[in-house]
């Protein structure tokens, strides 16, 4: 959520920022509303202070026994009573609405993301390794997973619809060992604190991140009233909220492996086949809370821990700068990741990293304490994949397949699959 304060001084920043998320200026209306807002606070203020006021008024009017100046300042407080209620809904109302109005409008990307409209228009800002290069012919993991025997997409549907896969065997156990390879580097190498957390939540938790009210049909709802996480980044960002965090234990650095949940709501036709948009994986989550002057140096560490995990595993991938048009609601900046996929001939997004400046702490309401000056100010939160792990399954299959259709499992992975070396057609 931005600061109306800043709104107020920086009107055309706003509006320019907007501009290059493709979005109509708002200052104007944002500022009016603040101003009705100012006006019933300050209306309640002076009933309030006026009725203060008249009280002693009374007070000394009825030692003085001035009688009827006694009684007209009782029937001035009496009045005061009867119309400080509508005064005070007046003021919450116009509060609601602001805070409503300010709840939807997208994040202030940084100077140096490139404007453009969308995907089109995003950045290669690097590539790592190379494209595997094959005499057999590709093929994508759906056919790959069928052919083996352990990838059903038509029982998936029995048992909960489309979107879903049910995965058996040694596929079953390469998914699990890409997840526990993933939470132990980060963990063991990255400085991640490990955390298991709540799959469910309330409206508050997805609110503080910036899911709701805007992409409320993004999720899933229980009969309730929680959520279903759509990451787990909603219940690593909510660990500090409503905090004020000692400087000295900043960074914070959470991490997490866990289902999430989606619903897919804006993705109609899309990705239909396979397991590359479903609406329940697995993914491995990092978070890190910071000061206001590290975040943008964490958001390099950040990406670079996720980048690790494909160097690893010896994948093929690029590293995207998104522009300002393709950026997520409460991103300042974004880097994505994205796998080679041999078998469609492109890149897929496996990682997304953001750094988010104040935005969702200003929401949770988390703040620090300075280093210098002790002064509380609103933390910094950053947020990525490393990596979703469904999308690094389907890479490992695409780009580790050998012609006679078995697929090699990567040395990283092979003491986590019980030193199995290759996965073949079940027998």
């Known amino acids: 959520m931005l600061d109306i304060k800043w709104i107020r001084e920086n009107p055309e920043a706003l509006d320019a920022a907007l501009a290059k998320r493709g979005a109509e200026p708002l200052s104007e209306s944002l500022i009016a509303l603040d101003e009705k807002r100012r006006t019933a606070v300050q209306k309640v203020q002076d009933m309030l ?19 009827e100046l006694a009684e007209k300042l009782k029937a001035e407080v009496a009045d005061l009573k009867v119309l400080l209620p509508a005064a005070e809904e007046d003021d919450r109302a116009f509060s609601e609405e602001l805070n409503d109005a300010l709840s939807r409008i997208p994040n202030v990307p940084h100077d140096d993301v490139p404007v453009g409209k969308d995907e089109a228009d995003n950045v290669v800002t690097r590539v790592t390794g190379e494209k595997p290069r094959w005499n057999h012919t590709p093929k994508e993991h759906y056919e790959i997973g069928e052919a083996l025997g352990y990838m059903d997409f038509e029982t998936a549907a029995k048992l909960s619809g489309s979107r879903f896969t049910v995965l058996t065997g040694p596929l079953a156990r390469l998914e699990r060992a890409l997840g526990q390879f993933m939470i132990d580097l980060h963990t063991s190498e990255h400085g ?30 229980t009969t309730d009233g929680r959520w279903l ?96 048009g393709d950026m997520g609601f409460g991103s300042r900046k974004t880097y994505d990741l994205e796998v080679w996929l041999p078998g469609q001939n492109t890149y897929r997004e496996i990682s997304s990293c ?28 950053l947020n990525g994949s490393g990596t979703a792990v469904g999308r690094c399954l389907i ?33």
């Open 354 to 381: 953001s750094v988010c400046g104040d935005f969702q702490a200003r929401r949770m309401n988390t703040r620090y304490r300075g280093k210098e000056d002790k002064t509380n100010r609103f933390v910094h939160t």
């Open 192 to 221: 991640y604190t490990e955390v298991s957390s709540p799959l469910m939540v309330r409206d508050e938790a997805v609110f503080g991140v910036g899911q709701l009210p805007k992409f409320a049909e993004d999720m899933f709802r």
């Open 395 to 427: 890479a490992v299959l695409e780009n580790y397949l050998n012609e006679d259709g078995s697929v090699t499992i990567p040395d990283v992975l092979v003491p986590y699959m019980g030193g199995l070396t290759k996965i073949e057609k079940a027998a």
């Open 229 to 324: 996480i759509p990451t787990a980044e909603v219940t690593l960002t909510n660990l500090v909220r409503e905090e004020i965090l000692e400087h000295d234990k900043l960074p914070l650095r959470f991490t997490a492996l866990t289902p999430s949940f989606r619903s897919e709501a804006g993705s109609a036709g899309r990705d239909t086949r396979g397991m590359l948009r479903q609406h329940q994986f697995w993914k491995c989550e990092l978070v890190s809370i910071t000061d206001a002057e590290s975040s943008i140096a964490e958001h390099e560490r950040m990406t670079a821990c996720a980048e690790e995990v494909l160097k690893r595993l010896g994948l093929h991938f690029r590293t995207l700068t998104l522009c300002t």
């Open 49 to 67: 202070s006026r009725r203060n006021a008249a009280s002693k008024e009374i007070g000394a009017a009825m030692a003085q026994k001035n009688t």
